[in-house]
Protein backbone atom coordinates (compact mmCIF):
# COMPACT_ATOMS: atom_id res chain seq x y z
CA UNK A 1 0.00 0.00 0.00
CA UNK A 2 0.93 3.41 -0.42
CA UNK A 3 2.30 5.57 2.84
CA UNK A 4 2.93 8.94 3.69
CA UNK A 5 6.00 9.40 1.15
CA UNK A 6 3.48 9.50 -1.76
CA UNK A 7 2.00 12.58 -1.15
CA UNK A 8 5.89 14.38 -1.75
CA UNK A 9 5.94 12.66 -4.65
CA UNK A 10 2.28 13.65 -5.51
CA UNK A 11 3.31 17.29 -5.33
CA UNK A 12 6.63 16.78 -7.77
CA UNK A 13 4.27 14.98 -10.22
CA UNK A 14 1.46 17.65 -9.79
CA UNK A 15 1.70 17.54 -13.98
CA UNK A 16 0.47 14.34 -13.62
CA UNK A 17 -2.66 15.48 -15.87
CA UNK A 18 -5.80 13.72 -13.79
CA UNK A 19 -7.82 14.51 -16.59
CA UNK A 20 -5.35 17.64 -16.73
CA UNK A 21 -6.27 19.14 -20.04
CA UNK A 22 -9.38 20.47 -18.10
CA UNK A 23 -7.14 22.47 -15.58
CA UNK A 24 -4.34 23.91 -18.16
CA UNK A 25 -3.93 27.22 -18.77
CA UNK A 26 -4.87 27.82 -22.80
CA UNK A 27 -1.38 29.61 -23.37
CA UNK A 28 0.37 26.12 -22.45
CA UNK A 29 -2.05 24.20 -24.36
CA UNK A 30 -1.39 26.53 -27.81
CA UNK A 31 2.12 26.34 -26.84
CA UNK A 32 2.59 22.40 -27.06
CA UNK A 33 -0.23 22.32 -29.69
CA UNK A 34 3.13 24.21 -31.69
CA UNK A 35 5.38 21.64 -30.81
CA UNK A 36 3.36 18.74 -31.60
CA UNK A 37 1.55 17.24 -34.76
CA UNK A 38 -1.68 17.40 -34.95
CA UNK A 39 -3.23 14.34 -36.27
CA UNK A 40 -7.11 14.14 -36.72
CA UNK A 41 -6.99 10.74 -38.00
CA UNK A 42 -9.38 7.99 -35.94
CA UNK A 43 -8.20 5.42 -34.24
CA UNK A 44 -7.05 1.64 -35.67
CA UNK A 45 -9.23 -0.11 -33.93
CA UNK A 46 -10.78 -2.62 -36.59
CA UNK A 47 -13.40 -3.44 -33.98
CA UNK A 48 -16.56 -2.48 -32.61
CA UNK A 49 -15.00 -1.10 -29.41
CA UNK A 50 -16.60 -4.22 -26.98
CA UNK A 51 -14.51 -7.36 -26.99
CA UNK A 52 -16.59 -10.44 -26.69
CA UNK A 53 -16.29 -12.63 -23.69
CA UNK A 54 -13.63 -15.44 -24.01
CA UNK A 55 -14.82 -18.54 -25.99
CA UNK A 56 -17.92 -17.35 -26.48
CA UNK A 57 -19.38 -18.37 -23.42
CA UNK A 58 -21.85 -15.59 -21.42
CA UNK A 59 -19.91 -13.27 -19.48
CA UNK A 60 -19.45 -14.27 -15.88
CA UNK A 61 -20.97 -12.25 -13.06
CA UNK A 62 -21.12 -11.22 -9.65
CA UNK A 63 -18.49 -12.73 -6.81
CA UNK A 64 -17.17 -11.18 -3.63
CA UNK A 65 -16.05 -7.63 -3.98
CA UNK A 66 -12.04 -7.29 -3.01
CA UNK A 67 -11.25 -5.39 0.27
CA UNK A 68 -9.00 -1.73 -0.84
CA UNK A 69 -6.50 -3.76 0.74
CA UNK A 70 -6.96 -6.56 -1.74
CA UNK A 71 -6.93 -4.29 -4.84
CA UNK A 72 -4.20 -2.46 -3.56
CA UNK A 73 -2.06 -6.15 -3.69
CA UNK A 74 -3.26 -6.26 -7.09
CA UNK A 75 -2.37 -2.46 -8.51
CA UNK A 76 0.60 -1.25 -10.03
CA UNK A 77 3.12 -0.74 -6.59
CA UNK A 78 4.64 2.62 -6.05
CA UNK A 79 7.75 3.02 -8.29
CA UNK A 80 7.17 -0.10 -10.55
CA UNK A 81 8.53 -0.38 -14.14
CA UNK A 82 6.54 -0.49 -16.97
CA UNK A 83 8.87 -0.55 -19.62
CA UNK A 84 9.58 3.50 -20.20
CA UNK A 85 6.20 4.36 -18.03
CA UNK A 86 7.02 4.31 -13.69
CA UNK A 87 3.83 3.54 -11.21
CA UNK A 88 2.92 6.13 -9.00
CA UNK A 89 0.17 6.56 -6.01
CA UNK A 90 -2.51 9.42 -6.21
CA UNK A 91 -3.37 11.57 -2.68
CA UNK A 92 -6.86 9.96 -2.38
CA UNK A 93 -9.23 9.79 -5.44
CA UNK A 94 -8.02 11.69 -8.96
CA UNK A 95 -9.70 15.45 -8.99
CA UNK A 96 -11.72 13.72 -12.07
CA UNK A 97 -13.69 11.97 -10.24
CA UNK A 98 -15.46 15.33 -8.90
CA UNK A 99 -16.29 15.69 -12.91
CA UNK A 100 -19.93 14.79 -14.14
CA UNK A 101 -21.58 15.19 -17.48
CA UNK A 102 -24.43 16.79 -19.22
CA UNK A 103 -26.33 15.09 -20.28
CA UNK A 104 -26.03 13.38 -17.18
CA UNK A 105 -26.55 9.89 -18.70
CA UNK A 106 -23.04 10.34 -20.45
CA UNK A 107 -21.23 10.15 -16.56
CA UNK A 108 -19.84 6.66 -16.84
CA UNK A 109 -17.51 8.15 -19.75
CA UNK A 110 -16.30 10.78 -17.88
CA UNK A 111 -15.64 8.68 -14.27
CA UNK A 112 -16.92 5.22 -12.79
CA UNK A 113 -16.60 7.19 -9.17
CA UNK A 114 -19.21 7.02 -7.26
CA UNK A 115 -22.69 8.19 -8.06
CA UNK A 116 -22.00 7.83 -11.62
CA UNK A 117 -24.43 4.73 -12.02
CA UNK A 118 -26.39 2.97 -9.71
CA UNK A 119 -23.61 0.93 -8.75
CA UNK A 120 -21.25 2.65 -6.02
CA UNK A 121 -17.73 0.81 -6.17
CA UNK A 122 -17.37 -1.40 -2.69
CA UNK A 123 -13.73 -0.07 -2.97
CA UNK A 124 -11.37 1.69 -5.40
CA UNK A 125 -7.50 2.09 -5.75
CA UNK A 126 -5.69 4.63 -8.28
CA UNK A 127 -2.59 4.98 -10.10
CA UNK A 128 -0.94 7.19 -12.15
CA UNK A 129 1.38 5.74 -14.63
CA UNK A 130 3.59 8.33 -16.83
CA UNK A 131 7.24 9.09 -17.98
CA UNK A 132 9.30 10.11 -15.34
CA UNK A 133 10.18 14.14 -15.29
CA UNK A 134 8.71 13.77 -18.65
CA UNK A 135 6.56 17.13 -19.10
CA UNK A 136 4.74 16.57 -22.29
CA UNK A 137 4.07 12.70 -22.92
CA UNK A 138 1.24 10.19 -22.50
CA UNK A 139 -0.28 9.72 -18.94
CA UNK A 140 -2.70 6.64 -18.03
CA UNK A 141 -4.79 6.95 -14.95
CA UNK A 142 -4.99 3.32 -13.76
CA UNK A 143 -8.20 2.66 -11.26
CA UNK A 144 -9.46 -0.53 -9.91
CA UNK A 145 -12.83 -0.87 -8.62
CA UNK A 146 -14.87 -3.74 -7.06
CA UNK A 147 -18.29 -4.26 -6.86
CA UNK A 148 -21.18 -5.86 -4.82
CA UNK A 149 -22.92 -8.60 -6.63
CA UNK A 150 -23.86 -7.54 -10.13
CA UNK A 151 -22.50 -4.19 -9.73
CA UNK A 152 -19.72 -4.95 -12.29
CA UNK A 153 -21.23 -6.36 -14.74
CA UNK A 154 -24.16 -3.62 -14.71
CA UNK A 155 -20.91 -0.85 -14.55
CA UNK A 156 -20.32 -2.03 -18.00
CA UNK A 157 -23.43 -2.06 -19.61
CA UNK A 158 -23.93 1.70 -18.18
CA UNK A 159 -20.91 2.48 -19.98
CA UNK A 160 -21.57 0.83 -23.17
CA UNK A 161 -24.77 2.31 -23.21
CA UNK A 162 -23.29 5.65 -22.72
CA UNK A 163 -20.87 5.29 -25.30
CA UNK A 164 -23.61 4.49 -27.88
CA UNK A 165 -25.89 7.38 -26.62
CA UNK A 166 -23.31 9.78 -26.15
CA UNK A 167 -21.47 9.26 -29.51
CA UNK A 168 -22.13 12.84 -30.79
CA UNK A 169 -20.12 14.29 -27.60
CA UNK A 170 -21.60 16.25 -24.17
CA UNK A 171 -19.97 18.64 -22.21
CA UNK A 172 -17.75 18.04 -19.45
CA UNK A 173 -18.54 19.62 -16.08
CA UNK A 174 -15.43 20.16 -14.40
CA UNK A 175 -13.89 21.67 -11.11
CA UNK A 176 -13.02 25.26 -12.85
CA UNK A 177 -14.45 25.51 -16.67
CA UNK A 178 -16.90 23.32 -18.53
CA UNK A 179 -15.19 21.18 -21.84
CA UNK A 180 -16.42 20.12 -24.91
CA UNK A 181 -16.48 16.41 -25.94
CA UNK A 182 -16.88 16.42 -29.72
CA UNK A 183 -17.49 12.70 -30.48
CA UNK A 184 -17.43 9.56 -28.87
CA UNK A 185 -15.89 6.58 -30.64
CA UNK A 186 -15.54 2.86 -30.38
CA UNK A 187 -11.95 2.07 -29.61
CA UNK A 188 -9.91 -1.66 -30.28
CA UNK A 189 -10.91 -3.19 -26.97
CA UNK A 190 -8.44 -6.03 -25.42
CA UNK A 191 -9.43 -9.88 -25.46
CA UNK A 192 -8.77 -10.22 -21.60
CA UNK A 193 -10.98 -10.80 -18.97
CA UNK A 194 -15.18 -11.21 -18.63
CA UNK A 195 -15.50 -8.17 -20.94
CA UNK A 196 -14.09 -4.94 -21.91
CA UNK A 197 -14.79 -1.78 -24.01
CA UNK A 198 -12.46 0.89 -25.16
CA UNK A 199 -13.48 4.61 -26.37
CA UNK A 200 -11.94 7.47 -28.07
CA UNK A 201 -12.64 11.06 -27.30
CA UNK A 202 -12.25 13.88 -29.18
CA UNK A 203 -12.14 16.99 -27.03
CA UNK A 204 -12.01 20.72 -27.90
CA UNK A 205 -9.40 22.36 -25.69
CA UNK A 206 -10.36 25.32 -23.27
CA UNK A 207 -9.94 27.76 -25.69
CA UNK A 208 -11.91 26.43 -28.25
CA UNK A 209 -9.85 25.99 -31.16
CA UNK A 210 -7.67 23.03 -30.64
CA UNK A 211 -8.93 18.94 -30.85
CA UNK A 212 -7.20 16.99 -28.30
CA UNK A 213 -7.79 13.13 -27.97
CA UNK A 214 -8.36 11.07 -24.93
CA UNK A 215 -8.64 6.77 -24.79
CA UNK A 216 -10.31 5.04 -22.36
CA UNK A 217 -10.57 1.14 -21.77
CA UNK A 218 -12.62 -0.72 -18.88
CA UNK A 219 -11.68 -4.60 -18.58
CA UNK A 220 -13.93 -6.94 -16.28
CA UNK A 221 -13.14 -9.15 -14.19
CA UNK A 222 -16.01 -11.09 -12.01
CA UNK A 223 -16.71 -7.94 -9.78
CA UNK A 224 -13.87 -6.04 -10.30
CA UNK A 225 -13.33 -3.62 -13.11
CA UNK A 226 -10.00 -2.32 -14.97
CA UNK A 227 -10.26 1.23 -15.97
CA UNK A 228 -7.52 2.69 -18.37
CA UNK A 229 -7.71 5.94 -19.22
CA UNK A 230 -5.05 7.71 -21.51
CA UNK A 231 -4.70 11.45 -22.56
CA UNK A 232 -1.18 13.04 -24.19
CA UNK A 233 -0.55 17.23 -22.89
CA UNK A 234 -1.60 18.35 -26.65
CA UNK A 235 -2.87 17.98 -29.77
CA UNK A 236 -0.83 14.43 -30.60
CA UNK A 237 -3.16 11.38 -31.30
CA UNK A 238 -1.59 8.41 -28.87
CA UNK A 239 -4.05 6.26 -30.91
CA UNK A 240 -5.06 3.76 -28.20
CA UNK A 241 -3.72 3.28 -24.50
CA UNK A 242 -0.55 1.74 -24.40
CA UNK A 243 -0.97 -1.72 -24.57
CA UNK A 244 2.11 -2.43 -22.53
CA UNK A 245 0.41 -0.66 -19.29
CA UNK A 246 -3.13 -2.53 -20.04
CA UNK A 247 -1.18 -6.24 -20.38
CA UNK A 248 1.14 -5.71 -17.43
CA UNK A 249 -1.46 -4.55 -14.86
CA UNK A 250 -3.79 -7.50 -16.02
CA UNK A 251 -0.71 -9.82 -15.76
CA UNK A 252 -0.46 -8.72 -12.19
CA UNK A 253 -3.88 -8.92 -11.71
CA UNK A 254 -5.31 -11.90 -12.75
CA UNK A 255 -1.88 -13.71 -11.41
CA UNK A 256 -2.75 -12.92 -8.00
CA UNK A 257 -6.29 -13.46 -8.52
CA UNK A 258 -5.88 -17.12 -9.68
CA UNK A 259 -3.65 -18.29 -6.89
CA UNK A 260 -5.61 -17.06 -4.19
Known amino acids: MFGAGN ?3 GHRHARRRLRAWGLVLAGLMVTTAACSSADDSGPDSGGAGRSAPPSGSAPARGGT ?4 AALNDVAFAEGERIGPYTARGTDGAPLGDLYTADP ?6 VSLAAGATAHDPAAEVHRQVDIADEMIGTSVLVQLRSYARDGAAA ?4 LAAAGEACAGG ?5 AIARARVLKVEPAGAPAIGDEAVAFRFTVLDVKGKLRLYEYLTVVRSGSTTLSFRADFLGTKDIKAVPQEIVDAQW ?10
Do not use: H, I, Q, W
Open 251 to 260: KKFSAARSGS
Open 170 to 174: YTEER
Open 65 to 68: ALTE
Open 104 to 109: DRCRPL
Open 7 to 9: VNS
Open 155 to 158: VMKD
